[in-house]
């Protein structure tokens, strides 16, 4: 089956940093997604990018669709406290039937900003 | 973006025991889905819940021990049957958006099996 490669696994960085993760897969996704999951919460949509090449921004979050189609980045500029968390990358690919929406993720990436 | 609301929050069970895990939507939705989050891992599908009509489960779960059901288009259990400490995870409720085909997650239920 499909299979989500997320590095870095995790980030210390300092305040004010910029940070950069990304995920590769093994076969090609329709559709990428960008989440960030809070202790005790359920994730939180970020981002999500629909074509090959597109780049699309939400505030200082910025994430792209790889040509190849098999892989997606996200940055993060100015990190601020409150970035802390861990984002995955979620990959989809509807070719009709049982596949139809169903989300295959990255193993995430853990961030940890110092003041 | 579609508020999800699970029931309950969190939970501690013996083991053997079953648990039935509520999914509410504030509007209608075509596609839910149920999540597991092993503790420290990632998530991973356990089925897609169809409205009128049997779930359709991934590789590695069956319906004995993960029965769902979806009586309408807002609202959504899963039961996790015979419980042992190996399924203490978080389980998430999910929605598919049918116009943009984003996907948004409810705030999960914490089980503990002991």
């Known amino acids: 089956g499909q299979q989500l490669n997320q590095s870095p696994q995790s980030m210390f960085i300092q305040e004010g940093e910029d940070v950069s993760m990304n995920c590769t897969s093994s076969?090609?996704?329709?559709?990428w997604l960008w989440y960030k999951q809070d202790p005790g919460e359920g994730p939180v949509l970020l981002i999500a990018l629909y074509k090959a090449g597109e780049l699309t921004s939400n505030g200082r979050l910025t994430a792209q669709f790889g040509i190849t189609r098999k892989d997606s980045f996200l940055n993060i500029s100015a990190s601020i406290p409150s970035d802390v968390g861990i984002y995955f990358c979620?990959?989809?690919?509807?070719?009709?039937?049982?596949?139809?929406?169903?989300?295959?993720f990255g193993q995430g990436t853990i961030l940890t900003v110092h003041p | 973006s579609a508020v999800i609301s699970q029931k309950p929050s969190r939970d501690i069970c013996q083991r053997g025991t079953s648990l039935t895990i509520q999914c509410q939507v504030d509007?209608?939705?075509?596609?839910m889905f149920w999540y597991r989050q092993q503790p420290g891992q990632s998530l991973t599908l356990i089925a897609t819940?169809?409205?009128?009509?049997?779930?359709?489960?991934e590789s590695g779960f069956v319906i004995d021990k993960f029965p769902i059901s979806r009586p309408n288009l807002t609202f959504s259990t899963l039961t996790v049957s015979n419980m042992s400490p190996e399924d203490s995870s978080i389980y998430l409720c999910?929605?598919?958006?049918?116009?943009?085909?984003?996907?948004?997650f409810g705030p999960g239920t914490r089980l503990t099996v002991t």
């Open positions: 979620a990959g989809q690919f509807d070719a009709g039937g049982t596949s139809y929406g169903k989300l295959t």
């Open positions: 819940a169809n409205q009128g009509s049997e779930a359709t489960y």
């Open positions: 076969s090609i996704f329709n559709t």
């Open positions: 999910s929605v598919r958006d049918g116009l943009s085909y984003e996907q948004y």
């Open positions: 509007s209608q939705v075509t596609m």
